[in-house]
């Protein structure tokens, strides 16, 4: 069968010229294709953000970047699937996938929609009933998918007794879970728009020491259960690829697509220290020249004795901890399963060893109050990281912190605001979206004034002489503080994902 795999446009309130968006291969759609290919279909992959970034229109008070509808029209004309699927990942694009979905309904008529991701598995009876999709395929895609196409190939029906699947608001039971997920093929790159990727991933992230960069995952879920994340909705258990496998892939990335850093997208990268080592080792001893980051975050107290050295050694130049909050009371409510204690230990570690440190923040809970942002931002300007992003939470679909936003009143009851935890559209008890903003904002400026004074205090010079000890690093070092001062310069924010180029005049605001 011919199967249209598509990713949506994005709309979001984002400044008109907007330029160059985060842009980064869906490889869930990768798997799909590839475990589709191997049953015989034919498949192609369209990512409409990714094929025409620079088209960027106004629709409403928000900005829609990608392909035109008349340019995906005339794409699934010529391809004439016969089933399409839609990733649909983010609670806040839903807009996105909905006129997708109608699209091709319009443009393809009885062809079977099928969406599956993050927000189509929180929300699935929502989907499954809407007037644009057929069926839902919740979490974990491949076995579900295949076996759908296989039951619709059979009988040119859609069955709707699958499990995994949700048809006609009716949740069919869970699918297992891949017991071995080595056994799935790697990701089908081949069907993606790499070079388009590859071209400038200055948004996606900025900090990155070399470039390209590939990015992949070597393990499936978390076995944490964070109050504004959800991950364990879409995978139930964390289960690992075998190191040599993931090494396998990281030197496909090299010979095939001349990638030179890889971007780990794991969700729990960390949970089993020995399997990290092991990972090291073989990209030690298999020679393979890359530099690496974690930028989802790695565990702070996983992080202890050697590891560090030996992930050193094979390229790690850079840890992410996802603190959240800097506030003790909140870290417990948002059920993170850190301590203060442990990252302050890790973040003088990674110092010891020359290693770079990024935190992530959260700030603007539903009932956070402003003097618990305040420890946040007291804790982020006290801090002794290198580089930080802060975040206003969101409402995502399938979080225990959406079903507290609804229990609020804080959501609309029949849409979902195109909102990002970069650009907040949602108020909170004590705050509104534009105070959240611009609290964000303040934040991300006064830790930019300690960090620039920090650098010229002898612990400070101690910590920067330990990652400038080669010229690469150097240079790296010298990337890094240029734009730092220039972010500072502009009052513009520090942004691991999502541009960090805001035409400040002309943001829509909400
Ligand atoms: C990499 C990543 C990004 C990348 C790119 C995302 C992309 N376009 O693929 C970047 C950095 C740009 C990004 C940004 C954001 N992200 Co993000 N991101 C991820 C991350 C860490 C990995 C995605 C991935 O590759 N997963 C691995 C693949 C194998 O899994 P998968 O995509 O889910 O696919 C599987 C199944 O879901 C299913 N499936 C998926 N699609 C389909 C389609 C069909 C037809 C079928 C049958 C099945 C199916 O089958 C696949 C194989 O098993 C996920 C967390 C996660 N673990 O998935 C968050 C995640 C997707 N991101 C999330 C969010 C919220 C965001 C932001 C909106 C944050 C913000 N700023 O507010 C932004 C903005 C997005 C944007 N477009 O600008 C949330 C979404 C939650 C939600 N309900 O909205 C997630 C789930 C994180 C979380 N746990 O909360 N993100
Ligand atoms: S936020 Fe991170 S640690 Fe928490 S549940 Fe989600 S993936 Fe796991």
Redesign the pocket.
Known sequence: MKLL?I?PT?TAALPENYGR??M?E????G??AAMAREEGHDVVILDCLTEDWRTQEKVGEYIKVGMTDEAIGARMREFNPDVV???C????FEQDNNRLAALARRTLLETPV??????A??RSVEYSTSPHFDLV?R????QA?LRVLERYAQGGVLPDDVPGTTVNGVVNPAADEIEDIDAIPLPARDLMPMETYLEDQTP?MPFAKRRPIG?M?SSRGCPYDCIF???TK?WRRWRPRDPVKVVDEIEELVQRYGVREIAF?D?SFLVDPERVRRICEAIVRRKVDITWSVP?GLTANRLKGDLLEAMKASGFYRACFPIEAGDPEMLEWIRKPIDLDEVEEAIEACHRAGIWTYGNFIIGFPEQTPESVERTAAYVEDCRLDMVSVYVA?P????DLYDVYAELGLLDPDRVRPS???HSLYDTKYFTAAQLRAKRDEIGARFMKRRIRRVFTPRGMAELWRKVNTPENLAYAARVFGIVARQSLRDRRLSL??SVARKKDKVVRH
């Open positions: 795999l990713q994005l968006p985060a980064y869906p490889l869930g759609l798997y799909l699927g839609i990733t990942q983010f609670t806040g099928i969406a599956g991701g993050a927000d598995t929180a395929v979490g974990e895609g491949e998918f996606l990015f995952v994340c959800s991950t879409v997208q969700d989802p969101q995502y679909a399938g979080s990002t935890a970069f994902y999502g």
